[in-house]
Protein backbone atom coordinates (compact mmCIF):
# COMPACT_ATOMS: atom_id res chain seq x y z
CA UNK A 1 0.00 0.00 0.00
CA UNK A 2 0.95 3.37 -0.61
CA UNK A 3 1.98 6.11 2.12
CA UNK A 4 0.18 9.27 2.34
CA UNK A 5 2.95 11.49 1.40
CA UNK A 6 2.17 15.56 1.99
CA UNK A 7 4.61 18.02 0.33
CA UNK A 8 3.64 20.70 2.66
CA UNK A 9 0.66 22.28 4.95
CA UNK A 10 -2.01 23.41 2.83
CA UNK A 11 -4.43 25.29 4.51
CA UNK A 12 -7.14 27.54 2.97
CA UNK A 13 -5.67 30.37 1.26
CA UNK A 14 -8.60 32.52 1.01
CA UNK A 15 -12.41 32.14 0.49
CA UNK A 16 -13.20 31.99 -3.19
CA UNK A 17 -15.02 34.90 -2.72
CA UNK A 18 -11.68 37.07 -1.91
CA UNK A 19 -8.94 34.54 -3.86
CA UNK A 20 -8.56 36.65 -7.09
CA UNK A 21 -4.96 35.09 -7.97
CA UNK A 22 -5.38 31.42 -10.12
CA UNK A 23 -2.65 29.92 -7.85
CA UNK A 24 -4.84 30.71 -4.48
CA UNK A 25 -7.90 29.57 -6.35
CA UNK A 26 -5.81 26.20 -7.77
CA UNK A 27 -4.19 26.01 -4.21
CA UNK A 28 -7.43 26.00 -2.16
CA UNK A 29 -9.25 23.52 -4.81
CA UNK A 30 -6.12 21.10 -4.90
CA UNK A 31 -6.35 21.45 -0.57
CA UNK A 32 -10.23 20.17 -0.85
CA UNK A 33 -9.59 17.36 -3.45
CA UNK A 34 -6.57 15.70 -1.11
CA UNK A 35 -8.96 16.02 1.52
CA UNK A 36 -11.71 13.92 -0.50
CA UNK A 37 -9.43 11.66 -1.69
CA UNK A 38 -7.90 10.82 1.61
CA UNK A 39 -11.07 10.07 3.26
CA UNK A 40 -11.97 7.84 0.18
CA UNK A 41 -8.56 6.00 0.57
CA UNK A 42 -10.34 5.33 4.18
CA UNK A 43 -8.37 3.21 6.08
CA UNK A 44 -6.50 3.58 9.23
CA UNK A 45 -7.50 7.36 9.56
CA UNK A 46 -6.93 9.15 12.98
CA UNK A 47 -8.87 12.18 13.23
CA UNK A 48 -7.63 13.17 15.94
CA UNK A 49 -3.93 13.26 15.32
CA UNK A 50 -1.29 13.29 12.34
CA UNK A 51 -2.64 14.54 9.27
CA UNK A 52 -6.49 13.50 10.39
CA UNK A 53 -7.33 17.05 11.61
CA UNK A 54 -6.07 19.12 9.14
CA UNK A 55 -8.12 16.89 6.20
CA UNK A 56 -10.97 16.80 8.56
CA UNK A 57 -10.93 20.20 8.29
CA UNK A 58 -10.80 20.59 4.30
CA UNK A 59 -13.38 17.99 3.93
CA UNK A 60 -15.60 19.99 6.20
CA UNK A 61 -14.39 23.18 4.56
CA UNK A 62 -15.31 21.68 0.76
CA UNK A 63 -19.06 20.64 1.99
CA UNK A 64 -19.68 24.05 3.53
CA UNK A 65 -18.64 25.73 -0.51
CA UNK A 66 -20.80 23.16 -2.05
CA UNK A 67 -23.38 23.94 0.23
CA UNK A 68 -23.19 27.95 -0.06
CA UNK A 69 -22.87 27.25 -3.91
CA UNK A 70 -26.14 25.02 -4.33
CA UNK A 71 -27.65 27.64 -1.96
CA UNK A 72 -26.84 30.31 -4.47
CA UNK A 73 -27.91 28.35 -7.49
CA UNK A 74 -31.48 27.47 -5.87
CA UNK A 75 -31.56 31.36 -5.91
CA UNK A 76 -30.47 32.23 -9.01
CA UNK A 77 -32.49 28.89 -10.43
CA UNK A 78 -36.06 30.69 -8.37
CA UNK A 79 -35.49 33.89 -9.77
CA UNK A 80 -35.18 32.94 -13.41
CA UNK A 81 -37.86 30.34 -12.61
CA UNK A 82 -40.04 33.56 -11.42
CA UNK A 83 -38.66 35.53 -14.02
CA UNK A 84 -40.24 33.44 -16.46
CA UNK A 85 -43.69 32.95 -14.80
CA UNK A 86 -43.61 37.01 -14.92
CA UNK A 87 -43.01 36.81 -18.76
CA UNK A 88 -45.91 34.05 -19.13
CA UNK A 89 -43.06 31.73 -20.30
Known amino acids: MATKTIA???TPVASEDNAQDPADLLE???SQLEALLWVCHGEDIDWCS???PRQ???LLWLAAELAR???ELFQ???M???G???TGG
Open 76 to 78: LSE
Open 80 to 82: ARR
Open 50 to 52: GDG
Open 28 to 30: NTL
Open 56 to 58: LDN
Open 69 to 71: KAG
Open 8 to 10: RPR
Open 84 to 86: ALE
